[in-house]
């Protein structure tokens, strides 16, 4: 029997279910290892040690590890663009009528009704 690697450390039963179900889609066996420690402890921060692992045999682990990393890039990149559309949403715009401070995602300001985009 194949020695199993830990390919990936989850923050939740939940995140390693996902990765879990995501390998078996690229026909890659894997387990999960932790999972009910991790939902004993409840919303109690148990740490990193405790944290459940998504196993694989030594023999996948170099293919799990490439789908793994393409799946992290996918939700940084995710992440990057959702942090990039909340920066614009909380960014404000002086009035050039009466300097009154409007968020970004107005195009009017709320105090003289100028238009930021008219023409």
Known sequence: MSELKEVYRAKNPLQGGLVVAMLEQNQIASSMDGAILAAG???????????????????????????????????????????????KVQAMWSCPNCAEEVEYEFEMCWNCQYNRTAC
């Not at 740490?47 to 996918?74: H, I, K, L, N």
């Open 41 to 87: 402890g409840g919303e109690l921060p148990l740490g990193w040690s405790t944290a459940p692992r998504v196993m694989v045999s030594s023999e996948d682990f170099e293919e799990a590890r490439r789908v793994v990393s393409e799946w992290e890039a996918a939700g940084v990149a995710r992440a990057a663009a959702d942090d990039s559309a909340q920066a």
